[in-house]
């Protein structure tokens, strides 16, 4: 069990020296499972909880999970974000259990205990008991009972919170190369245009690791080559954080043989699988820069996304060792015209559970977790790049960013 | 002895007996058909009931006209990579909501129990079509397919059009 471990025992030895082999076991082993909930989701990381969009007005609250763990993320009367466990203090049912609405307190229905919205116990049912007998002892104190609070930080629009006192404010968490590719895509005031979620059949970090592999992404999806979609003469790169946890991916077109103004209508490389319609190819450029696409995650959950004109963060939770979660928050911003919207949704088409550059990302996943049940201690090999952790200026066949990842999950993981 | 339908009884059965051939074009894997069943200009959407309810316009899918219905259906041959499965569509409730001239517009209700190759099979969607069919001289047509999904949540991934 991991609650028998001491604070800075580890259940296994990291077989190397560097993060260049992974052992199976990290995907099947429900110890490590345990253990991350502790150290990794409840330790010194920012997990993504949603956007101040989704929660306008005061009172509005959204329910969502850091890890395993159940989290309200609500507004205050006074305007503030609080990010509060899901989870009465009584006998642990769920305080809000659809995933929206308005409150003025949080009130559990199996006995009525009541508390604000800054998760402070304020009432409990028949407190003093009926008629002079019953209710609560006299040692019981209100302010023990109060609901565990996360400190929130709000970037942008984005609301991560964070069960440690040691997590250091976002910004320096994710430093300043890394909060200057946020400010790149957040410029304006957003609107959700929908959700959607994959249940995918795989440990969340399979998921985690495919975001930072920009090794597969010509290869694993198909239609990219197929179609044409990323073309030799793109530039791009891999940007990391200084300790390896974050990273950014990105392709862009290089001038002057791109028309960095208008529409650009991507050539097919095989003629026979040109596209019958290439709109959904359409990319309007409205960043202030030749970037197609790119691809950003904040360790540990969340990605942010451009492709295209398709703007979305993504959501990982974990739904048990063998099994997670993807949340896709579909993005445009508030002033779209309705063309670009209509952009903006027909794009949608390449991303997603149905996306035509995506829905691999779904199963891949699940093809490694069947094969990693057998003997847990053999190791992957991701020699991509050298063994280190640097960013990579002009190519985007490197694994550097997974190793990146592997860093973050030992620093957290005290393995 | 000659039973003489009522128009809305005619149009009914017609539309249903469409719908159930679209089916089952899904499901015996007869997909290069699939747009054969919408008008040049038709579209198509895939979405959920919660962007519904929330009056959000996202889609998991969606196609206007006969060209990105049948880039659907070539990448899915050629280009996307899967593991191999087949749809068992079961139809539900239906109903005719409006006649007009010659468009019928009808809700129904469907499952869908999909199975792998390696024999797992599970429900895999469930939710309601709306479906706008014009009964023309060429025979029933869709202008639109509406699929509502009843969950936000799907299962690895969607590829095979519902």
């Known amino acids: 069990m991991a609650t028998q471990l001491a604070a800075q025992d580890a259940p296994f030895t990291w077989p190397s020296q560097d993060t260049s082999r992974v052992p199976y076991r990290v995907y099947t082993d429900p110890e490590i499972y345990a253990l991350e909930q502790a150290r990794l989701f409840q330790g010194p ?54 995933p929206r609405g308005n409150v003025r307190e949080l009130t559990c229905v199996y006995h009525n205990w009541t508390y604000n919205l800054d998760g402070e116990l304020t009432g409990v049912a028949f407190r003093k008991g009926v008629g002079g007998k019953g209710g609560v002892g006299p040692e019981f104190e209100m302010h023990d009972h109060n609901l565990v609070r996360l400190r929130v930080d709000v970037y942008r629009g984005l609301i991560f919170g964070t069960f440690s006192e040691e997590t250091p404010p976002f910004t320096d968490y994710i430093g300043a190369e890394l909060t200057a590719s946020i400010d790149r895509v957040f410029i304006k005031p957003l609107k959700v245009l929908g959700y959607h979620s994959q249940m995918l059949p795989n440990n969340w970090k399979l998921y985690a690791e495919n975001n930072k592999d920009s090794y597969h992404a010509s290869l694993l999806h198909v239609f990219h080559n197929t179609f044409g979609v990323v073309r030799p003469n793109m530039g791009g790169g891999i940007k990391l954080s200084a300790n390896g946890w974050h990273h950014l ?167 | 002895m ?27 894997d007869r997909l290069e058909d699939w747009h054969t069943f919408f008008e040049e200009d038709g579209t198509y959407n895939v979405t959920t009931r919660e962007n519904m309810e929330l009056g959000l316009p996202l889609n998991l899918m969606s196609c206007e006209g006969h060209g990105m219905f049948k880039d659907r259906i070539v990448a899915l041959r050629t280009a996307n990579i899967f593991e191999p499965h ?75 059009p519902v």
């Open chain 1, 45 to 98: 990381t920012w997990n993504f909880l949603g956007l101040d969009v989704e929660i306008p007005e005061p009172g509005d609250y959204k329910t969502t999970f850091v890890g395993d763990a159940p989290i309200i993320m609500l507004r205050t009367m006074d305007g503030q974000i609080n990010a509060l466990m899901n989870r009465c203090q009584h006998k642990g049912s769920l305080l809000c259990y659809k």
């Open chain 1, 249 to 415: 991916s990105y392709t862009e077109r290089t001038p002057p043989n791109d028309d960095a103004t208008g529409t650009e209508k991507v050539r097919s490389l095989k003629e026979q699988y040109k596209l019958n319609d290439a709109s959904v190819m359409e990319h309007r450029l409205e960043l202030g820069d030749l970037v197609t696409n790119s691809i950003q995650t904040i360790f540990p959950n969340l990605v942010v996304q451009q492709i295209l004109n398709a703007l979305a963060v993504r959501q990982l939770i974990p739904r048990g060792v063998d099994r997670s979660e993807l949340i896709w928050t579909v993005l445009g911003f508030a002033d779209d015209t309705p063309d670009m919207l209509a952009l903006r949704l027909k794009a949608n088409n390449l991303v997603g559970p149905a996306g035509f550059i995506s829905m691999e990302d779904g199963c891949v996943g699940g093809f490694v977790q069947r094969a990693a049940k057998a003997n847990p201690d053999d190791q992957t090999v991701m020699p991509m790049g050298g063994s280190g952790i640097e960013p990579s200026a002009g190519s985007r066949v490197t694994e550097s960013a997974v190793r990146g990842f592997w860093k973050g999950w030992r620093d957290c993981m005290k393995i």
């Open chain 2, 2 to 28: 000659t039973t003489t339908l009522t128009p809305s009884l005619s149009a009914r059965l017609t539309v249903e007996a469409f719908l159930h051939d679209y089916m089952l074009t899904i499901d015996s």
């Open chain 2, 86 to 160: 087949v749809y068992c569509h079961i139809p539900g409730a239906l109903r005719v909501t409006s006649i007009k001239g010659d468009l019928v517009e009808s809700e129904s209700s469907f499952t869908i129990v999909r199975t792998t190759n390696g024999g797992d099979m599970d429900v895999f969607i469930c939710g309601r079509t709306h479906d706008t069919v014009r009964l023309g001289k060429d025979g029933p047509k869709l202008k639109n397919r509406t699929v509502i999904l009843d969950s936000r949540q799907i299962d690895t991934l969607l590829v095979i």
